[in-house]
């Protein structure tokens, strides 16, 4: 029997061509990876271009979001303990209204009662501040000063057309602003009532094997959502406390207002306490003098330590992971796109989607479905076996059945 010699076949790395022609293995990862990063960067394009094409839509939604996340604590203590839906959440609202109301009379009253000593000492602080002009090396007389106040004058009368345009625009602004307030009220009182259901209508337009997992991802970043905005109205009504205090230990003026700068700008990172610490030493430079000043400034930063070192490892935890250096590139960034609002939007919206993409990235199937698409599912379930009959051998139709991902078709 002769014998029949085999040729070996080629390995695939010996099969492929060599030569000028030939793409190296590296170079067609690159490639593969970078159309891909283009077409995640094209897409981030758009959402932001559409962002900023409905920002008076999506600020107010963003805002209403973040007073849901506020007033659902509260609004679920009253109906734990057997208070109508619409009673608690209309009831959280007003307990958000007082508390708005009640801050803005006392600033307004202490505003009024500092005004005749903020005179006195405002005309002091211009004479003492005239003196140290006149000197040298300065040397600017009060002549120059009305010369520059004179010109002034000039260019307001020379540019008026153009100011009044920017009133005109400042009238149309308010407008939006009442379009803004409208829906942040509608946005805050259905999502508080019916938040669940619209969230398990917002699943169901995903692919059904991806509803599970965006069902967990929503309840994780929901549960980060609230748990930063408690942290950070603690840490906002702690820092406002201390600069208070000691604002009124220095006979500041205007301790009340600068208290309530400060507990606004506790709630945009970075930013906020720099320019809530800035205001706090210039009120007291300009109506105490320089020696005030420099206490004001040494509590500012005492103040701001605590946060930093005991507030925020203490309250945070384990549920708002964002490093820091993620935090002030997130608020460099915000500030960038979109100004105070990306700087105040930066970092809750950094923690959420933090959160939603670690849970998505870490759900199994045997893990179960998330609240929303657990509720959703049980109501399409009832109302599947309600609205469908079986036939008459007893069985159900095997074409209508639950799909991994939880919601009933």
Same mark, same amino acid.
């Given at each position: 029997?002769?014998?029949?010699?085999?040729?070996?076949?080629?390995?695939?790395?010996?099969?492929?061509?060599?030569?000028?022609?030939?793409?190296?293995?590296?170079?067609? *990862?690159?490639?593969?990876?970078?159309?891909?990063?283009?077409?995640?960067?094209?897409?981030?394009?758009?959402?932001?271009?559409?962002?900023?094409?409905? @920002?008076?839509?999506?600020?107010?939604?963003?805002?209403?979001?973040?007073?849901?996340?506020?007033?659902?604590?509260?609004?679920?203590?009253?109906?734990?303990?057997?208070?109508?839906?619409?009673?608690?959440?209309?009831?959280?609202?007003?307990?958000?209204?007082?508390? *708005?109301?009640?801050?803005?009379?006392?600033?307004? !009253?202490?505003?009024?009662?500092?005004?005749?000593?903020?005179?006195?000492?405002?005309?002091?602080?211009?004479?003492?501040?005239?003196?140290?002009?006149?000197?040298?090396?300065?040397?600017?007389?009060?002549?120059?000063?009305?010369?520059?106040?004179?010109?002034?004058?000039?260019?307001?009368?020379?540019?008026?057309?153009?100011?009044?345009?920017?009133?005109? !625009?400042?009238?149309?602004?308010?407008?939006?602003?009442?379009?803004?307030?409208?829906?942040?009220?509608?946005?805050?009182?259905?999502?508080?009532?019916?938040?669940?259901?619209?969230?398990?209508?917002?699943?169901?337009?995903?692919?059904?094997?991806?509803?599970?997992?965006?069902?967990?991802?929503?309840?994780?970043?929901?549960?980060?959502?609230?748990?930063?905005?408690?942290?950070?109205?603690?840490?906002?009504?702690?820092?406002?406390?201390?600069? !208070?205090?000691?604002?009124?230990?220095?006979?500041?003026?205007?301790?009340?207002?600068?208290?309530?700068?400060?507990?606004?700008?506790?709630? %945009?990172?970075?930013?906020?306490?720099?320019?809530?610490?800035?205001?706090? %030493?210039?009120?007291?430079?300009?109506?105490?003098?320089?020696?005030?000043?420099?206490?004001?400034?040494? *509590?500012?930063?005492?103040?701001?330590?605590?946060? #930093?070192?005991?507030?925020?490892?203490?309250?945070?935890?384990?549920?708002?992971?964002?490093?820091?250096?993620?935090?002030?590139?997130?608020?460099?960034?915000?500030?960038?796109?979109?100004?105070?609002?990306?700087?105040?939007?930066?970092?809750?919206? *950094?923690?959420?989607?933090?959160?939603?993409?670690?849970?998505?990235?870490?759900?199994?199937?045997?893990?179960? %479905?998330?609240?929303?698409?657990?509720?959703?599912?049980?109501?399409?379930?009832?109302?599947?076996?309600? #609205?469908?009959?079986?036939?008459?051998?007893?069985?159900?139709?095997?074409?209508?059945?639950?799909?991994?991902?939880? %919601? @009933?078709?």
């Amino acid at each position: 029997m002769p014998i029949i010699r085999s040729t070996p076949r080629p390995s695939p790395q010996e099969a492929r061509p060599e030569g000028p022609d030939a793409v190296p293995v590296g170079l067609r *990862i690159a490639a593969s990876f970078s159309w891909r990063l283009l077409i995640v960067a094209a897409a981030l394009a758009v959402v932001v271009a559409l962002v900023v094409v409905l @920002q008076d839509i999506v600020v107010p939604f963003l805002i209403a979001l973040l007073l849901c996340a506020l007033l659902a604590p509260i609004s679920a203590f009253l109906q734990r303990h057997r208070w109508p839906k619409w009673t608690a959440v209309l009831s959280s609202l007003v307990v958000l209204v007082l508390a *708005i109301g009640t801050l803005a009379l006392v600033v307004t !009253a202490q505003i009024r009662y500092d005004l005749p000593s903020l005179e006195h000492r405002l005309h002091r602080s211009v004479l003492s501040l005239q003196t140290l002009l006149d000197s040298q090396p300065f040397g600017i007389t009060v002549h120059d000063v009305n010369s520059w106040v004179s010109k002034g004058t000039d260019y307001l009368q020379a540019h008026a057309s153009s100011i009044l345009s920017g009133f005109q !625009a400042a009238g149309s602004g308010a407008v939006h602003v009442l379009e803004g307030l409208f829906i942040v009220v509608f946005t805050t009182l259905f999502v508080l009532i019916d938040g669940r259901r619209i969230w398990g209508w917002v699943v169901r337009l995903f692919p059904r094997r991806a509803r599970a997992r965006i069902g967990v991802a929503g309840d994780a970043g929901w549960h980060t959502l609230t748990s930063f905005i408690r942290v950070q109205l603690i840490v906002a009504v702690t820092d406002a406390l201390g600069v !208070a205090i000691g604002a009124l230990a220095l006979q500041v003026p205007l301790a009340v207002p600068i208290a309530v700068i400060v507990f606004l700008g506790a709630f %945009v990172p970075v930013v906020g306490a720099i320019v809530a610490g800035t205001v706090a %030493v210039v009120v007291a430079l300009v109506f105490n003098g320089w020696v005030t000043a420099l206490f004001m400034l040494g *509590i500012v930063v005492v103040v701001q330590q605590i946060e #930093s070192h005991v507030l925020h490892p203490f309250l945070t935890g384990s549920a708002v992971k964002v490093h820091p250096l993620g935090v002030a590139l997130g608020v460099v960034a915000g500030t960038t796109l979109a100004g105070v609002v990306g700087a105040f939007f930066a970092v809750p919206f *950094i923690a959420t989607v933090n959160a939603m993409v670690l849970a998505a990235a870490q759900w199994r199937p045997e893990d179960g %479905v998330g609240d929303a698409v657990a509720t959703t599912t049980s109501t399409s379930a009832v109302a599947t076996s309600t #609205s469908t009959s079986t036939p008459a051998s007893g069985r159900a139709d095997p074409a209508r059945g639950v799909d991994h991902g939880g %919601v @009933q078709s």
